[in-house]
Every structure is written in structure tokens, then in C-alpha cells.
Nanobody, 111 residues
Framework: HVQLVESGGGSVDAGGSLRLSCAAFGYSSIVNCMGWYRQGIEEEREGVAVIDSDGNAAYADSVKGRFTISRDNAKNTVYLQMNSLKPEDTAMYYC??????WGQGTQVTVS
């Protein structure tokens, strides 16, 4: 059984910051590619950021310059630092291995 567990979501004012965490349990690993997706109300799920095993990252245009994805292999955890948050960032954020595993999500609300 492989499990990804997100945490760190919450409610913040516009311009604020949050750091999301995705911890992998079981036989999962963050050695390979990992990513963050999000889905807002009446919106399709979209990719936010991805990171490969070497630490190379890519971002959606909507978050570029504001969000940073990182990983800590020793803790088997992937992070998403979100700065300068906007109301349009409000969504459920999901962690994924980009293949077949997804977390249950953590809610981010920006007002």
C-alpha cells in the first residue's frame, strides 16, 4: 500500500504565504518525479508544479515566480512554498507521483 498525505493548507489573506507538505508512506518514494495539482470549484484539475529526481522543477505560468516546489529525500517529503497568494489560488491541492498515486488533498483558501 502506498499513501501520500498532504498537509499545510488553510485560510489566508491575499498576499499571504503557506507551505504545503506531501509525505509519502508505505512503499512510495520521492526519488522519482513528484508534483502538485490543484482543483478549484467548477474548475478542472491543473498541474501546478513538478520536480524530478535531480531537483529540476517546472511551474504553471499562473504560479511562476510565486510558488516553489522542493523535496527532502531524507524525510520522504515534497513541499510547495506558496507566496503572494491570490484569491484565484483557492483550490484543493493534491500531491501525486505523476503516475498512479494521489493524496486526498489539502484545502487552500485565499481571501
Amino acid at each position: 500500500h502506498v499513501q501520500l498525505v498532504e498537509s499545510g493548507g488553510g485560510s489566508v489573506d491575499a498576499g499571504g504565504s503557506l507551505r504545503l507538505s506531501c509525505a509519502a508512506f508505505g512503499y512510495s518514494s520521492i526519488v522519482n518525479c513528484m508534483g502538485w495539482y490543484r482543483q478549484g470549484i467548477e474548475e478542472e484539475r491543473e498541474g501546478v508544479a513538478v520536480i524530478d529526481s535531480d531537483g529540476n522543477a517546472a511551474y504553471a505560468d499562473s504560479v511562476k515566480g510565486r510558488f516553489t516546489i522542493s523535496r527532502d529525500n531524507a524525510k520522504n517529503t515534497v513541499y510547495l512554498q506558496m507566496n503572494s497568494l491570490k484569491p484565484e489560488d483557492t483550490a484543493m491541492y493534491y500531491c501525486t507521483n505523476l503516475k498512479d498515486y494521489w493524496g486526498q488533498g489539502t484545502q487552500v483558501t485565499v481571501s
